[in-house]
């Protein structure tokens, strides 16, 4: 701001040193507002010590639309006449539509009645005040111009006439702009269901210890039966699903673009309406609601995150929502089912894998009549059920008892050729020249079979031996020992039929019971 100063200096000085008496009786002279500012150089009366700066820039500042702070610029000035002294201040600023200068002017020593004028100009508008009271304020309001933005500069000046010297003020002022108004961000709710599948297989096995028995009659056999039902989970097929909505509270379409994820890292891949992927436009006042899933590879996730991307002009450009992330399971298969085993007369329903053992004692029968050519066998078979609305497994196992009568006579080859099933201490497989200790082929098995005498005829008959000596339940005449002592000699003297009829006399004898 510059300052207009008045030709009358002398007055000002004379009167700032006490000459109260000579301005007194003397009248100051009348000089026009246009005189003061023609003549003032761009110089008003004000004291540069009083001057106010400026209380915003047009470039960091701005008036917010609806607000009443408003960035005035201010001065004052007082001049002394005589007992008087007058002051004027002047606040001026804009609003959002106008341009206001207000002025106030005061005598603040001395006699109040002295009235002033005061004109007020703002770019080229005049507005004249008369009879301006001490203590009063008036003001001069013009519209802004159409079209005017921060920074444009509007002229201003005030001229006070009236006791004493004029004060005058001319300055300009940098228009303070109007804040863009921002629009509201787009709005964004969401929901989360998470699921999974809990599958659920179960398998049945069934087994037997021991597999057969071999006894005579009366003979009791402990067998153990075991059922196992094995339980199966799996846990997998994890998914959350849920929806989008986004809101647009503004007066204007507004285009967006979202993104969903899990905290684990998942990304979701979303359908919006008429786009058919993660993109779309929110009708003014309007809302568009959109559908999402995604896959995690397990349960850990417990939130979900979606951000809407827009533009509004100003203001904020993303908003996000969370929803919590609950797993809810989806049981394929049955948690519990039915364990059954009619042939020990159990049933029980069961949620976890199981093992049962039964114990179940069988017994060569007594009645000889149930024997064909000596022998009864028989083989039990127990079948264990597992059963529920989606599980319907058996399983089973056998045990087979071999009971023979002690016969009369001891076993021939042609028996314990048909029946290796009864051999004991020996295997069918083991080698004829291992057991004797002589030069032969075969096995005992293939030996036992032999057809034709000589050599032939001695080993079908020493097989036969041994396998009758190993019998505990009867009384055989020769050892093993005896048995392969004889085979041995034979073979020695190359004389086999002596032997031959030895053992061949011993296995069609009758045996006697222990």
Known sequence: MKKLLVPFLAILFLASCGMESMNDLMPDQEITAEDHLSEGNGKDMLNTNMRLAPAGSCDDDCIEPGSTDFYPVSDMASIRSGRNTKSVSYSAYNTETDFVVEVTYDITAGPPNAKATIVIDIDGDEVEYKEVESGSTVSHTVPLADGWVGCDEVTFSVVQEGLGTPITFSESYALIPVCSEIAPPLLVEKTAAGTFDRTVNWQLTKTVNPLSHLGAPGDEFLTNWTVTATKFEDLGNYSVSGTITVTNPNSFDVPFTLADVLNDGTTAVITCPGTNDNTGTALAGGSVTCVYSAAPADGSATLN??????????????????????????????EAVTLSDPRVA?????????????????????????????VYMETFTNIAYLDGDNTDLEASAEVTINCYLPPSECFSPDFWSQNTQFWTGYDPSDLYAD???????????????ANGGGANALARHSVAAILNATRTEVSYDLTVAEIIAGVQAAYASGDFESFKNVLEGENEKGCLIR
Request: aromatic share 10%.
């Open 305 to 334: 995150t979606a951000t809407v991307t827009f533009d509004v002009g100003s203001g904020l450009t993303n908003a996000s929502a969370t929803a919590d992330v609950t797993f809810t399971e989806n049981l394929i298969g049955d």
């Open 346 to 374: 159990y049933s029980e329903l069961i949620s976890t894998t199981t093992v049962e053992i039964f114990t179940e004692t069988f017994t060569c029968p007594t009645d000889q009549s149930l024997y064909t050519d000596g």
């Open 435 to 449: 057991v004797f200790g002589v030069d032969r082929f075969g096995t005992l098995l293939e030996n036992v079979t």
